[in-house]
């Protein structure tokens, strides 16, 4: 199981998989919004290229249509529209200090560590790519947990849930060489759903609390402790 | 014959180190709207510092004298140990690349010795900043050399690039994250723009320059040469290591040749690179260097893990 043995093709999907985890940690150690949101995009760009990559080694053309469904959602609708109400609530200029960012950081790379350790047991099972793929899918779903507990802002823990969603669709595209058509429209259009109420949600937060830090939510008790 | 070779190339760095700097210095002009001076202005400045006579304050030691041309001396031994147009050395089969990192400690030693020797705040403040990056420097830097040499297993550096090439073009996940990680270090370690600023004079924020303040005549010369050299250090180490196609395995003079033409476009385009990276990106705080640098360590430590779990025989 030696990377010089591989073909191109798994090298190929091996280093995408590490950019992946790359953009991940970028995401962490990112304070501002608009940063976030366009390494989020740079994400989104990762699995298109991803998706389209499996369709044309493995040439499965409904995989094109995957990916371009990722490619107009991910890298342009959603960041399109994040980005939009960054803009209109004016929070761009508002730079994030993030408590403890090295140690964030650190408990990050454990993190993908961990997640390497709870996959050894399927390394006998598996092939080289398929393990890989998925330590990396997990680690990007825990590292979006990690980014929606460290950071405050309402915008972050939205880009932190949808990077979650994008470590769940490359272990999708990358283990089962594709997911049947109807399940990934289906789950391109819960992310658009999820999307537009977030949109929503954003919206009440704000005319509640009159701000999208989430910290501020402790206060709403009825009586000042 | 081969120690000739590693004679004359190690030379040929040396002599070519200004001229990388006078590159750089040109293309940021062109990105900044600035009328760029000739390639050549380097050497000129280095020419005019010799000729002048070095004034020395009175407080200063014999320390202060001999550091410049420590630290010197110390860039070209690191100079030859790296391999520049032609990778069959003895010097790097001397000296691996852990006896590298430790000729770039050595020279910063010195120069921190020296900034505190003269008594002034300013070198002092410059002495203890460098310590302070350098320290989170050097493990990032080690971590991204690492993952290399366990790659060729071997520290040798001409050994690890012969290893790389012979392999031929294979997309390593480690290789992406260590190439990252010595970019940020490199970027650090030279002193570059997010980091510090090589042409600011003003107090609060230099800090190779608050070191080498009291430094005049043909002592700051070397020093500005030593940094030069450094500069083109970690640019050779960067493109031979992730990108060593061209470098000359054997000494007939076409090979040679074409490897001289390799590097020399390789540094042009990482130059153009920094030159971008510097006019795009500002300056950052002293107390926000430790974030930058504990990102390149945790690069190292990804790129590390990423080798020892994806690409190592199980």
New interface residues.
């Given amino acids: 199981?030696?990377?010089?043995s591989q073909d191109?093709y798994t090298?190929?999907i091996?280093?995408m998989?590490?950019?992946v985890?790359?953009t991940s940690?970028l995401m962490l150690?990112q304070g501002r919004l608009l940063r976030l949101i366009f390494v989020f995009a740079l994400q989104g760009l990762l699995l298109t290229l991803t998706t389209g990559l499996c369709a044309y080694s493995l040439d499965n053309p409904h995989l094109y249509i995957s990916a371009v469904l990722t490619f107009s959602l991910k890298v342009i609708f959603i960041p399109w529209m994040l980005q939009k109400q960054v803009l209109e609530m004016n929070m761009h200029r508002d730079v994030e200090a993030l408590k403890n960012?090295?140690s964030v950081?650190?408990g990050?790379?454990s993190l993908?560590?961990f997640s390497?350790y709870v996959l050894q047991p399927i390394?006998h099972t598996s092939s080289?790519i398929m393990l890989?793929a998925l330590?990396v899918s997990l680690s990007v779903v825990l590292l979006g947990l990690l980014l929606m507990i460290s950071h405050r802002q309402a915008v972050a823990h939205v880009v932190g849930f949808m990077s979650i969603e994008n470590g769940l669709f490359f272990a999708a595209i990358v283990s089962t060489n594709g997911m049947p058509m109807v399940v990934e429209l289906g789950v391109a259009f819960d992310v658009l759903v999820a999307a537009v109420l977030f949109g929503i949600f954003f919206l009440h937060i704000r005319t509640s609390i009159d701000s999208l830090d989430v910290d501020l939510m402790n206060k709403l008790h009825e009586v000042d402790k | 014959m081969n120690w000739l070779m590693a004679i004359i190339q190690t030379a040929l760095f040396v002599a070519l180190a200004p001229l990388l700097m006078g590159f750089l210095k040109f293309c940021k002009c062109l990105l900044q709207n600035r009328s760029a001076p000739s390639f050549l202005q380097p050497y000129r400045d280095l020419l005019k510092l010799t000729r002048k006579q070095p004034v020395i304050s009175e407080d200063a030691s014999w320390l202060f004298c001999v550091a410049p041309y420590i630290i010197f001396s110390a860039m070209i031994l690191a100079a030859s140990v790296v391999p520049f147009i032609a990778i069959d050395l003895p010097t790097s089969a001397e000296a691996d690349v852990i006896v590298l990192v430790g000729f770039f400690a050595f020279a910063r030693f010195f120069l921190a010795l020296a900034g505190l020797d003269i008594g002034t705040a300013f070198g002092g403040m410059g002495s203890s900043r460098e310590m302070t990056i350098s320290s989170l420097a050097e493990p990032a830097m080690l971590m991204a050399v690492f993952t290399l040499t366990m790659t060729a297993s071997t520290t040798n550096l001409s050994g690890a690039i012969e290893h790389v090439i012979q392999e031929g073009l294979i997309l390593r996940p480690s290789f992406v994250f260590a190439l990252f990680a010595l970019i940020l270090v490199a970027i650090a370690e030279t002193g570059r723009i997010p980091v510090d600023n090589p042409t600011t004079h003003l107090e609060l924020t230099m800090i190779h320059e608050a070191m080498i303040l009291e430094y005049s005549g043909r002592h700051l010369a070397l020093i500005e040469w030593a940094s030069a050299l450094k500069l083109m250090l970690y640019g050779v180490l960067i493109s031979n290591i992730f990108f060593p196609w061209g470098i000359a395995e054997s000494f007939t003079l076409s090979a040679l040749g074409y490897g001289f033409l390799a590097i020399s476009s390789k540094l042009i385009v990482l130059c153009i690179f920094l030159a971008f990276a510097e006019t795009a990106v500002a300056k950052m705080r002293l107390f926000r260097v430790q974030e930058y640098l504990g990102f390149a360590y945790l690069l190292g430590v990804l790129g590390m893990l990423s080798h020892i779990i994806l690409e190592s025989t199980r």
Avoid: C, K
Wanted: charged share 5%; net charge negative.
């Fill in positions: 199981m030696n990377i010089e191109f090298q190929a091996l280093s998989s590490a950019l985890g790359l940690f150690g960012n090295t950081m650190l990050g790379a993908m560590v390497y390394i080289m890989n330590a």
